[in-house]
């Protein structure tokens, strides 16, 4: 079946723009990540969906990033005013809610890099 | 709180030649362990878990890893590498209870002909 996909795959914005990134999780994954990937640095993450409940936003470096999830399937991460320190490697992960306690093993789409100018 | 520390930012290895990439975590809990590899111009990809029972996992492409709680370590080996071995390998550890396991820097695998 199919995998994770993200939209674009590459992303080029000026300094100041805002840019989205679309992630279409795979059919019946409920739970769904972004995360950061910048050079030297490993992966960061940023936010954190499941179902129906209230996401996890812990890991948003600032006011300037945001996630929304429709539907409870496809989720855009918008970064308002861009900088260049958010030039990285955007990825997006789903999973199945794992019985309590148990382990989340998560699928990656192959991200969306963005460069801004 | 969870931590993870991948020792080794780059490894480069002869083809046919052994390789063990390392990985230290950090947790006041139970955990599970994961390796994940990710080719150039992909997203991350399963090479194996610890879930409990045997120290020893075997993944995927011959990989290996060994869970030893004692060294809080969760190295990864492979007796003998390929050309196609070479890309990144992250090492992430999740608490039991938690959905949002913690990933290493990575350690780049580099195999030379």
């Known amino acids: 079946g199919a995998g994770v996909s993200q939209s674009p795959s590459n992303k080029v914005t000026e300094k100041g723009k805002d840019v989205e990134l679309r992630c279409d999780p795979i059919s019946g994954h409920t739970a769904l990540y972004w995360y950061r990937q910048s050079l030297g640095q490993g992966l960061e993450f940023l936010i954190y969906?499941?179902?129906?409940?209230?996401?996890?936003k812990s890991g948003l470096p600032s006011d300037r990033f945001s996630a929304e999830r429709t539907g409870g399937s496809v989720s855009t991460l918008t970064i308002q005013r861009t900088q260049q320190e958010d030039s990285a490697v955007y990825l997006c992960?789903?999973?199945?809610?794992?019985?309590?306690?148990?382990?989340?093993?998560?699928?990656f789409g192959p991200g969306t890099r963005l460069t801004v100018l | 709180a969870q931590s993870v520390t991948q020792l080794d930012s780059q490894v480069p290895v002869f083809e046919e030649a052994p390789v063990e990439l390392r990985c230290n975590y950090s947790s006041s809990v139970s955990v599970y362990l994961f390796w994940y590899v990710q080719y150039p111009n992909q997203g991350l990809q399963l090479l194996l878990k610890?879930?409990?029972?045997?120290?020893l996992v075997k993944g995927i492409n011959g990989f290996e890893a060994e869970f030893n709680k004692s060294q809080t370590s969760f190295h990864l080996r492979k007796p003998s590498v390929h050309i196609s071995d070479t890309a990144e390998y992250f090492c992430a550890v999740s608490e039991v209870r938690s959905y949002i396991p913690t990933f290493g820097r990575g350690t780049s695998l580099i195999v030379h002909p």
């Open positions: 969906f499941q179902g129906n409940s209230a996401p996890d």
């Open positions: 992960a789903s999973s199945l809610v794992p019985l309590a306690g148990g382990p989340v093993e998560q699928f």
């Open positions: 610890y879930l409990s029972g045997s120290t």
